[in-house]
């Protein structure tokens, strides 16, 4: 029987050429100006086969950068690199989505312009240190962003869209996950606001659902994912009642008529983003008869695993990500059952070529 992983899928006007996704994966390898430079072309180019490309997360403006070296998309040099990396992925029969992100209070002073405090929907400190240009640092308490100042946001992710057009990628996901500014938004551990934008679910979606809207009307619904991590502790987020929340939003989405909705919910419990609820309770089937469309998950799958996935209905596309690092030809050695390459942890974030563009592919 042929398995469905490797079988072609319509995700709304973008055929893809199988169910592997390449996971949205931080490599901070970006130029000056955190402009992709032409390893990144390398690096994506030679991943082409997946199905779906997921850049890497993408501030939208300065303000939504977290860690040094990420990538942008709001100056036109970064709209250029992005654009002769969509075009060479195009060359080889590949699609891709930009990640679209804010990374809100999970940022420092010395990563934002003018030494600036970072902010999220509250000012409140994330527990932990980050990473800087000088090495691991302490967080700091962000400032809580002013009502007044919600519509440029949500115009900062118009026009990140409006660039990802641009720069020629086949849609965007909206990066609702993983403890970053939308998240910030949609957890009560970290929104305490008592405005429009705060308290009630229906409060706390409202940003996300507005960023949504503005940016399928740039792209159309229909080229627009977004990913969430329900139950994720990373970045110190938690919500006292998870499921309702994340059940409301996976409904508002689908009445949106956005193009996928990605879960990230690990299956096995030594994966980092693993967390204790998610071992007692999945959340992902209640997403997925939610949202009702097409569905992606994300989390410590392989083979054996995300063919089951799909076998069982639990999803319709699979993301993978370390998998995808080491082996550029990932599809190509799941078809054949050829052995993986072994990751190097030490290179996956910054540096070069090294772990980078170097693991071999398969020859013959
Ligand atoms: C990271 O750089 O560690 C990172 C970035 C984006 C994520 C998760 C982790 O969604």
Redesign the pocket.
Known sequence: MTNKLFSPYTLGPTTLSNRMVMA?L?R?RAGDGDVPVDLAVTYYTQRATAGLIISE?TQISPQGK??PK?PGIYSDAQITGWKRVTDSVHAHGGRMFLQL?HVGRISHPSTQEDGILPVGPSAVKPAGKIFTDTGEQEFVTPRALELSELPGIVEQYRQAAQNAKAAGFDGVEV?A??G?LLDQFLRDGTNQRTDEYGGSIENRTRLLLEVVEVVSEVLGADRVGVRLSPYSN?NDMHDSDPVPLFTYVAEKLHGLGIVYLHVIEPVNADHPMAMPESKTAPIAPVLHKAFGATFMLNGGYGKETGTAAIENNEADLICFGVPFIVNPDLVKRYETNAPMNTPDQSTF?GGGAGGYTDYPALTG
């Open positions: 949205p931080t901070s997360a977290g860690y990420t992100w990066h996950a993983n970053y990373f974030y």
